[in-house]
């Protein structure tokens, strides 16, 4: 993968997150059992922790620009 496709990966995944948290708060409100909507949320999380560690290595891989 691209860095810049893991990016913007990464920058979709987190809104979804955020959605996904809003969602879980609602369903808790309404008193309605959240387990696999946090299941949801935990697999969301460790994607986008994976593609953090992608995304390091990578962005470690590029050739430096000299200054």
């Known amino acids: 993968m691209r860095l810049e496709t893991i990016r913007g990966e990464i920058e979709r995944l987190r809104a979804q997150v955020a959605l996904q948290r809003r969602e879980i708060l609602q369903l808790q409100r309404a ?5 696999s909507a946090e299941a949801l949320l935990q ?4 994607r986008i922790d994976g593609l953090c560690v992608e995304r390091d290595r990578l962005k470690a891989a590029q050739p430096r620009a000299q200054a």
Do not use: F, K
């Open 31 to 35: 008193g309605i059992a959240t387990a």
């Open 43 to 46: 697999r969301m999380l460790e």
